[in-house]
């Protein structure tokens, strides 16, 4: 079966079905050690968030920036 296919099967899964599928392909995997330049990056970026909490973008503005970007 291929990749498709099973995203089709798990779109019809109930909220439940899927926390639990989930939860089963999480548990088989060993956390990802940060290196110590994302974990810095990801301080900055939070620290940023926490000065200024209103200047965030939506997905949608993101979007539309990337797009305007593009050759």
């Known amino acids: 079966m291929g990749v498709d296919a099973i995203l089709k099967e798990v779109e019809a899964l109930s909220d439940a079905e899927r926390a639990e599928l989930l939860s089963r ?3 088989q995997y060993e956390p990802v050690e940060l ?4 974990k810095a ?3 900055r ?7 200024n909490p209103n200047r965030v973008y939506t997905w949608d503005e ?4 990337v797009k305007r970007k593009k050759p």
């Open 25 to 27: 392909l999480t548990e």
């Open 35 to 38: 290196s110590d330049e994302l």
């Open 41 to 43: 990056e990801l301080d």
């Open 45 to 51: 970026r939070d620290a940023a968030y926490e000065a």
């Open 62 to 65: 993101v979007v539309a920036c």
